[in-house]
């Protein structure tokens, strides 16, 4: 079974702050996805990116950096320099192979006051 | 851009109606989903449909059942609403694969009263 534990429920820092977001997750398929979302207050989920099982090299974009540690099965994602727009709830899910869905966490909710 | 379109953005129901949640893609994808948002919950998914006219259940499809006549759009259906469904359902789709995201509508918040 696949399982995604997104421990922090809620998380406040103030702005300029960096925050950290964990991700644990449970699977006994060698071949599989992770995957961030973020939604706004707008409701939508919006993709923010996937790693898959073989590559734990860890990744940046621009303020985002997220960490894929196999031996912790932890697919961390961190915000540098936080600002008021970053407020949102963050998911995290898992993909594995033969099969069509997407399992997901319960999510953090991300608030970053000015 | 890949817009996936639920009917609705709120509705209100009473209990015992029949209800029936409609989501389109515009993007062709093979792979369409239901999934309801709880607090501390997250998402869960109800149904999925990889091919039209095919389903399949996933982790709480009790109470609900869908339709895919058309590659494009996915219904989901509660067959008699119940106020423990009062939640935000979310669709979602994507292309085949295991390295492919999902896109999200903007979801239907459901109030069965």
């Known amino acids: 079974a696949q399982k995604v534990t997104q421990a922090q429920t809620e998380i406040s820092v103030v702005e300029k702050e960096d925050v950290t977001l964990d991700c644990v997750y449970e699977?006994?398929?060698?071949?599989?996805?992770l995957f961030w979302y973020k939604q706004p207050p707008s409701g939508e989920l919006v993709f923010l990116i996937r790693r898959n099982s073989f590559d734990e090299q860890n990744e940046i974009s621009g303020r985002y950096s997220w960490n894929f540690q196999k031996s912790t099965s932890s697919f961390n994602f961190t915000i540098t320099a936080s600002q008021v727009v970053d407020s949102a709830v963050y998911f995290c899910a898992l993909k594995v192979s033969n099969n069509n869905d997407m399992r997901f966490g319960a999510g953090t909710r991300l608030t970053v006051k000015p | 851009d890949v817009k996936v379109t639920q009917s609705s953005r709120y509705l209100v129901k009473r209990t015992g109606e029949k209800v029936f949640l409609e989501c389109v893609q515009d993007?062709?994808?093979?792979?369409m989903f239901w999934y309801r948002q709880d607090p501390g919950l997250g998402l869960r998914l109800i149904y999925f449909?990889?091919?039209?006219?095919?389903?399949e259940k996933g982790d709480i499809p009790e109470g609900y059942s869908v339709s895919r006549e058309k590659k494009e759009r996915f219904s989901l259906i509660l067959e008699s609403a119940s106020t423990n469904q009062t939640s935000m359902y979310l669709c979602a789709s994507s292309v085949g694969g295991l390295n492919t995201e999902a896109f999200f509508g903007q979801g239907t918040r459901l109030t069965v009263v």
């Open positions: 449909s990889y091919d039209v006219k095919m389903k």
């Open positions: 993007m062709d994808h093979e792979n």
């Open positions: 699977t006994r398929d060698t071949t599989y996805y």
